[in-house]
Nanobody, 119 residues
Framework: QVQLAQSGGGLVQAGASLTLTCTASGRASGNIAMAWFRQAPGKERALLTAVSMRGGSAYYADSVKGRFTISRDIARKTVHLQMDNLSPEDTAVYTC????????????WGQGSQVTVAS
């Protein structure tokens, strides 16, 4: 099992920046991929960005490319999501996720963090 603990989130004004953090524990090793998803009211959950804890480049969805940045601390099994130039359309519950190498689906989930962007 892999446990994920999130921190960050809250209410910000449009144009502001916010950082979310997710730390993996338990069975987590370097052989995992970690990602950030979000779900806005009335919408399906969407993958925003993902990165392997082994290294390599990150994936970004077009909706956040250039504004959001995922960074990793491999030793601490931690990823950060830096979100810049936030808009009200970014209001959602943000959840980190992990999967073991070879798994197709993300099966380990954080507790979710509400991000609300006021206009």
């Amino acid at each position: 099992q892999v446990q994920l603990a999130q921190s960050g989130g809250g209410l910000v004004q449009a144009g502001a920046s916010l950082t979310l953090t997710c730390t993996a524990s338990g069975r987590a090793s370097g052989n995992i991929a970690m990602a950030w998803f979000r779900q806005a009211p009335g919408k399906e959950r969407a993958l925003l960005t993902a990165v392997s804890m082994r290294g390599g480049s990150a994936y970004y969805a077009d909706s956040v490319k250039g504004r959001f940045t995922i960074s990793r601390d491999i030793a601490r099994k931690t990823v950060h999501l830096q979100m810049d130039n936030l808009s009200p359309e970014d209001t959602a519950v943000y959840t980190c996720a992990a999967k073991l190498s070879g798994e197709k689906e993300y099966i380990y989930w954080g507790q979710g963090s509400q991000v609300t962007v006021a206009s």
